[in-house]
C-alpha cells in the first residue's frame, strides 16, 4: 500500500469521516475485481483503497497514524528518538560495552542485532503478556485479508475459501446479512505462534459488489420495477425479483412512475429480523408510438384533460 492512505483514496488530513467513507465506495465500486476480471491494475486499487480506509474509518487508528505512532499498515511506530535515547542509557544491556563517555552510543561496541531483537521481543510481551516467564514463546501475529463476495452471497450467506500466499486455503463463512466493509475474525487461523505462544487471529474484510437488481438500504432491498403504461392503468400481478427469487406482486390500478410497494420480510436479516423490499414502479411507454395509440390518447384527452403539475388530485 502507499505511505499516505488519505492518497490512496485521492483526500487530504482535512477529509471528513463522510468523505473517507463515500471516496472508498466510488473506488470500490469502480474497481470492483467482479466487475474487472484480470484486470490486476483494478485489483490493485481496489486493494489499496481497501487498506486506506480499513485504517482511516477507525477514529483512533486515524489519530494515531496522523500523530505518527503507527504506519501506513497499522504497525507500531518507535517514539521519534527511542532507540538513540536506549543507548545513551547507562544501564543500557544491549552494548557489549556500554557508551564510552564522550563517544557516538552507535559506534565501535554497539550490536545492533541484539538491540533490534530485544526491542520487539520486549514490545511483543508489553503488549500480549507473553514473553515474561518464557522468553522464547511468543505468540503468533494476527493476518489481515480483503474478501470480494457477490451481493447475494452477502445477503444470504456462504461459503468460501481464501488462498493464502503460502498456498494453503482459509474456510471462510460469510454471515447471511453480511455488510460491506464488514471484517470477520477468525480466531487462532492467524500467523503460528513461537514455542508455547498461540496463533495469531485472522481479519477478514469483505468487499461487497454492487448489484445490477438490487440496491441495500439497512437491512431493506430496494428495486425499481419496469411497468407498461396498460399495467399502470388497468393494474395487475407481475413478477419482481427478490434476493430469494421472483415473487408476483400487485399492481393497484392508476399506478404512477414513483409510486412505491412493500413486500413484508423480502429484505435482508438484521438483529431485529428481516427487512421489507421496497418496489419503486417505473412507467415505461411503449418504443414506438403507434397511429392507434396516438388517435385513442387525443380522443381521450378531448373530454378527460388533466394537469398533474398543479397539486390537485386527478378526476
Known amino acids: 500500500m502507499t505511505k499516505d492512505p488519505y492518497a490512496a483514496l485521492g483526500l487530504t488530513k482535512t477529509a471528513t469521516a463522510e468523505n473517507i467513507k463515500k471516496a472508498y465506495r466510488k473506488i470500490a465500486r469502480a474497481n470492483h475485481p467482479d466487475l474487472h476480471p484480470g484486470d490486476l491494475a483494478a485489483e490493485a486499487r481496489f486493494k489499496e483503497a481497501g487498506s486506506a480506509y480499513d485504517l482511516l ?50 559506534g565501535e561496541g554497539f550490536n545492533a542485532d541484539e538491540f533490534f531483537a530485544n526491542f520487539a521481543r520486549n514490545r511483543s510481551a508489553d503488549q500480549s503478556g507473553f514473553g515474561r516467564g518464557t522468553p522464547n514463546d511468543w505468540p503468533g501475529q494476527d493476518t489481515k485479508y480483503r474478501l470480494a463476495v457477490s451481493f447475494l452471497d452477502a445477503a444470504l450467506g ?43 487471529d485472522a481479519y477478514i474484510t469483505i468487499d461487497v459488489a454492487p448489484s445490477p437488481d438490487f440496491e441495500r438500504e439497512g437491512d431493506d432491498i430496494a428495486v425499481v420495477l419496469p411497468i407498461s403504461i396498460d399495467e399502470a392503468i388497468l393494474g395487475g400481478k407481475v413478477p419482481v425479483n427478490t434476493i430469494n427469487g421472483a415473487v408476483n ?41 403507434d397511429d392507434e395509440l396516438k388517435r385513442f390518447i387525443e380522443g381521450w384527452r378531448a373530454n378527460h384533460a388533466y394537469n398533474p403539475r398543479s397539486g390537485k388530485e386527478t378526476p
Open 249 to 289: 406482486v400487485t399492481i393497484p390500478v392508476g399506478a404512477s412512475s414513483g409510486q412505491v410497494l412493500r413486500l413484508k420480510g423480502r429484505g435482508v436479516k438484521g438483529r431485529s429480523g428481516k427487512g421489507d423490499q421496497r418496489v419503486t414502479l417505473r412507467v415505461v411507454l411503449p418504443a414506438k408510438i
Open 158 to 200: 456462504a461459503k468460501t475459501r481464501i488462498t493464502l500466499p503460502d498456498g494453503n486455503a482459509l474456510e471462510v463463512t460469510i454471515p447471511e446479512g453480511a455488510r460491506d466493509g464488514q471484517t470477520l475474525r477468525l480466531r487462532g487461523k492467524g500467523a503460528p505462534g513461537r514455542g508455547a505462544g498461540r496463533p495469531g
Open 57 to 106: 474509518k477507525d477514529p483512533e487508528q486515524r489519530r494515531r497514524f496522523d500523530a505518527g505512532e503507527i504506519d501506513a499498515k497499522g504497525a507500531e511506530q518507535a517514539p521519534r528518538g527511542y532507540y538513540r535515547d536506549e543507548a545513551r542509557r547507562p544501564e543500557n544491556p544491549y552494548t557489549q560495552s556500554g557508551p564510552r563517555p564522550g563517544g557516538d552510543p552507535f
